[in-house]
């Protein structure tokens, strides 16, 4: 009989992987973990955001610093001008809640100059930003792991970052705090049901000691083959090759986003 940790390992990277012997019911969800694009038209009630937003401030911070914030989107016409920005994607109008997660440096400069007497000049450094958009991400993994260990399904919304300073205006942001990216949350409709996606073996992203660029070319092609047989029963378009090259391999694949640094000076964040 198959156990759980064979079949969950067995569909993240395939029949040839062995099975590691720890295995838990963290493990479990996080292997279990697939892109809900599909939801019920339920809504996810005060009580559910209250515990997804505590499981998120629950992720390490650098410094306790805490350089995020989230915005929760409900109202049905912002989240359809929201889906229009980020590309028009219909999952983003079906969902019940959006949650738009924030690079916030705005709380710390207030904090910095009207409280802690300083100049806040250090937040005027790439560090700054870049602890802030750690932050955010932390805290989101860990509100997306909670809504799907209370059976909801979620899907990370990272064409947010097309028209970023047009989501600002719309969610009325200040100067200091910059949308990263947003998350779908709702129920699964079970029609709609996606299944788990294979990613790279583990010998291309794992290095011991050092890393390791060249041998990786061999287990690339590996999983695109196994990628490819999985792309063929969702019937989806082939070739992981070719999804990395069409987002890398012209300016056109960013879809706006080469305009990021612009759009984060705007936006108040220096980059020094």
Do not use: C
Not at 78 to 92: E, K, M, N, S
Not at 152 to 180: D, K
């Amino acid at each position: 009989m198959t156990t759980a940790a064979e079949e969950s390992y067995r569909l993240r990277y395939g029949a040839g992987f062995g099975v590691p012997g720890e295995w838990s019911e963290v493990l479990e969800q996080q292997l279990a973990h697939r892109s809900v694009r599909g939801y019920r038209p339920d809504a996810v009630s005060d009580e559910t955001l209250a515990a997804l937003i505590a499981a998120a401030q629950s992720a390490p911070t650098s410094g306790n610093l805490q350089l995020w914030s989230v915005v929760a989107v409900r109202d049905d016409e912002r989240r359809a001008r929201l889906a229009h920005l980020a590309g028009d994607q219909q999952f983003v109008v079906d969902a019940p809640l959006l949650l738009v997660w924030l690079a916030d440096l705005a709380r710390a400069r207030q904090v910095t100059t009207e409280i802690g007497s300083a100049t806040a000049e250090g937040a005027d450094f790439v560090e700054a930003a870049l602890l802030s958009f750690i932050d955010v991400a932390l805290a989101a993994q860990n509100a997306s792991l909670a809504a799907e260990s209370l059976g909801l399904g979620t899907v990370f919304v990272g064409a947010i970052r097309n028209r970023p300073l047009e989501v600002a205006e719309e969610l009325g942001l200040p100067p200091n705090v910059f949308p990263v990216f947003g998350l779908t949350v709702g129920h699964p409709d079970e029609r709609a049901e996606t299944a788990v996606k294979p990613r790279l073996p583990q010998q291309a992203v794992l290095h011991h000691e050092q890393y390791a660029l060249e041998p990786q070319l061999a287990h690339v092609e590996a999983y695109e083959e196994l990628l490819n047989a999985f792309y063929a029963t969702a019937g989806l378009p082939s070739s992981w090759v070719k999804r990395v090259a069409h987002r890398f391999g012209s300016v056109a694949g960013l879809k706006g986003r080469e305009h990021l640094r612009t759009a984060l000076e705007t936006q108040g964040f220096a980059l020094r």
